[in-house]
């Protein structure tokens, strides 16, 4: 049956629905106007907006991004797995420490480079929670000049 509306739930939830009362506290879903269950606080892998700092040719650079999972305050249980794509400057190193992409060491070449950074999560502890995402990308910058 499509719940159309607040008395159609409240009809069920009478009668003794045990399975929407178990879906929407369990799932942390919600009626929305349609009359379908949504998502409510869903949790989802959040990459965050970053200006990586100018880099200068042949000098040491070393900057840091780090990800997060939105609406849960223990981002640490979970893995974090990072893909990345495009131009990283010659010269500097990706480095994976935890839930932060690091980009270190001496750029070789001057430009502007531009890649996406992926990441995929997964909990230490899986739970029966639908409401997650558990991948995001975006798209970053680096600009490396000359001296």
Same mark, same amino acid.
């Given at each position: 049956?499509?719940? $159309?509306?607040?008395?159609?739930? $409240? @009809?069920? $939830?009478?009668?003794?629905? +045990?399975?929407?009362?178990? +879906?929407?506290?369990?799932?942390?879903?919600?009626?929305?106007?349609?009359?379908?269950? %949504?998502?409510? =606080?869903? *949790? %989802?892998? %959040?990459?965050?907006?970053? !200006?990586?700092?100018? =880099?200068?040719?042949? !000098?040491?650079?070393? &900057?840091?991004?780090?990800?997060?999972?939105?609406? &849960?305050?223990?981002?640490?249980?979970? &893995?974090?797995?990072?893909?990345?794509?495009? *131009?990283?400057? !010659?010269?500097?190193?990706?480095?994976?420490?935890?839930? %932060?992409?690091? @980009? /270190? =060491?001496?750029?070789?070449?001057? =430009?502007?480079?531009?890649?996406? +950074? #992926?990441?995929?999560? /997964?909990?230490?502890?899986? &739970?029966?929670? +639908?409401?997650?995402? #558990?991948?995001?990308? $975006? !798209? #970053?910058?680096?600009?490396? /000049?000359?001296?």
């Amino acid at each position: 049956m499509k719940i $159309k509306s607040i008395s159609d739930w $409240k @009809l069920l $939830k009478k009668k003794g629905c +045990i399975l929407c009362l178990i +879906i929407t506290c369990i799932y942390n879903c919600e009626l929305n106007k349609d009359g379908e269950l %949504s998502c409510i =606080g869903n *949790r %989802s892998a %959040s990459l965050p907006n970053h !200006e990586f700092m100018t =880099g200068y040719l042949e !000098e040491y650079y070393y &900057d840091r991004l780090t990800a997060s999972v939105s609406n &849960d305050p223990n981002d640490d249980d979970y &893995d974090y797995n990072f893909t990345i794509e495009g *131009r990283v400057p !010659e010269g500097l190193k990706v480095v994976i420490e935890n839930r %932060s992409v690091i @980009l /270190e =060491g001496h750029p070789s070449k001057a =430009g502007k480079f531009g890649f996406v +950074i #992926y990441l995929d999560i /997964e909990p230490h502890f899986p &739970d029966t929670n +639908i409401c997650i995402n #558990y991948n995001a990308n $975006k !798209e #970053y910058n680096l600009l490396i /000049e000359t001296n």
